[in-house]
């Protein structure tokens, strides 16, 4: 048997109506805060990757899935491509490849999958989804305020609450800026210069090309050294204190609860300022529902103008198994199941559902060679709300027997009456 590959995963009803309303929901909240949907390419030129999420991070160095081209052309020929393993720097490089700075402050969504070969657990797979927004304009539109910052965090608090998420903890940091940076590495590199010889080989070599991505380390037996290290709060200077302090005013003023966490410095070499993620108990050892922050510099790293930037990504697998409400509860069951009895009554029957249909009501039709019992069993099955029973004589008197499935009350009911008998009071 040929079964999807490790880490994929078929999302099958009912589960996929959890999904639709999850991105209904959504869509709603990001028209509420004015912003559009883009859609980018599912793969792109690894270079992407290698520039904006940065060579040492474990996404680059380990877990994407990079080919080389095959194309006949010569310009396609030996040109890595990867598929995507996070959105942040396609959107980035569209709004580069489309000048979308001549429409000032851009907020662009996006839904879809993401790939990583990352080992598979609960909650973490190999092609993943994610719903996820940016802000990326000039400075001079606004993009650098730390507004910005505070609206998309309260925009996340406000979604969450929308799907009916409600404990999760919003966990808030500042990373700095380039120079704040520098600083920190050199403190990192001298802290872990008497240490380092004791830690896994991957932080052996953080250590000397990043010393930040250290932070990233899972090994259990390091994390006593990482909880040693200096902290990046330490270093920041006096614009990007004020900043960051500033968006935690905002956050008060519009009641957005938060915990700091000094060693939140994310898996992605492109940000700057504002880090952040969101937790939820319920989800185990991959905890974090989304992630995300400011990434001003990305845009001049992948040969773009100025364009300061914040955004996040949702792990929709991690939403939808936060969820408290059940597929059960979302999905849309029949309003009525045709029966067609004997000879000749698909064709009445599917009349009478395409008249049906175009009241919005949910049809669903049996066979003329079903025995009425067959038909009873398959309505109840589906959890149809009515059974409409089209035999000769029904057809002949243009009225129908309607039967209401949970009360077992039935009636006879002229064509012209049915629909709005059968539509949900
Ligand atoms: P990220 O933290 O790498 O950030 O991913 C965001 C979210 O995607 C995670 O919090 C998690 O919920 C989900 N996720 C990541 N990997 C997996 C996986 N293997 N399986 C299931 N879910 C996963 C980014 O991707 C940034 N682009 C976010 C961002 C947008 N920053 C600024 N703008």
């Given at each position: 048997m040929i079964k999807s590959p490790r880490g994929t995963r078929d999302l099958l009803p009912p589960d996929t109506a959890l999904w639709n309303f999850v991105e209904a929901a959504v869509r709603d909240v990001f028209r509420a805060y004015n912003f559009h949907e883009i859609r980018t390419p599912i793969f792109e030129s690894t270079e992407l990757f290698a520039r904006g999420v940065g060579e040492d991070t474990d996404i680059v160095s380990k877990e994407m899935f990079t080919w080389e081209d095959r194309g006949r052309a010569e310009s396609d020929k030996g040109q890595s491509l990867t598929l995507r393993p996070e959105n942040t720097a396609g959107v980035v490089r569209a709004y580069i490849e489309h000048k979308l700075w001549d429409r000032g402050l851009n907020k662009l969504f996006y839904i879809g999958p993401q790939f990583r070969r990352e080992r598979p657990q609960k909650g973490r797979y190999r092609q993943f989804y994610q719903i996820g927004a940016e802000i990326i304009g000039p400075a001079a539109a606004g993009s650098q305020s730390p507004a910005r910052d505070a609206e998309i965090l309260e925009l996340l608090a406000t979604l969450l609450d929308r799907v009916g998420i409600t404990d999760w903890m919003l966990e808030l940091n500042s990373v700095g800026c380039p120079a704040d940076r520098a600083k920190f590495d050199e403190a990192l590199r001298q802290a872990l210069a008497p240490v380092v010889g004791k830690m896994c080989t991957d932080c052996q070599r953080r250590a000397v090309t990043n010393p930040l991505r250290v932070f990233d380390c899972k090994v259990p037996e390091d994390q006593p050294i990482i909880d040693t290290l200096p902290t990046i709060?330490?270093?920041l200077d006096e614009a990007c204190r004020t900043h960051y302090e500033e968006v935690k005013n905002i956050l008060n003023a519009v009641g957005v609860p938060f915990v700091e966490?000094?060693?939140?410095v994310r898996g992605l070499d492109y940000y700057r300022l504002t880090t952040f993620e969101f937790t939820h108990g319920a989800l185990g050892a991959q905890n974090a529902i989304l992630?995300?922050?400011?990434?001003?510099?990305?845009?001049?790293?992948?040969g773009g103008p100025a364009a300061p930037g914040i955004g996040f990504a949702i792990g929709e697998d991690r939403l939808v198994l936060s969820l408290a409400a059940s597929a059960e509860s979302v999905v849309r069951k029949p309003d009525v199941y045709i029966a067609p009895l004997g000879a000749g009554m698909n064709r009445e029957a599917a009349r009478l559902a395409r008249e049906l249909r175009r009241h919005d009501l949910v049809v669903d039709l049996g066979d003329e060679s079903f025995r009425l019992k067959k038909s009873f069993e398959a309505a109840d099955k589906m959890g149809s709300r009515y059974i409409l029973i089209v035999g000769e004589n029904e057809v002949a008197a243009d009225a129908f027997a309607l039967k209401h499935?949970?009360?077992g009350e039935q009636v006879t009911v002229p064509r012209g009456e049915l629909a709005q008998r059968i539509l949900p009071k």
């Open positions: 709060n330490q270093f966490n000094p060693r939140l992630g995300g922050g400011r990434y001003d510099g990305l845009s001049e790293a992948l499935l949970a009360s």
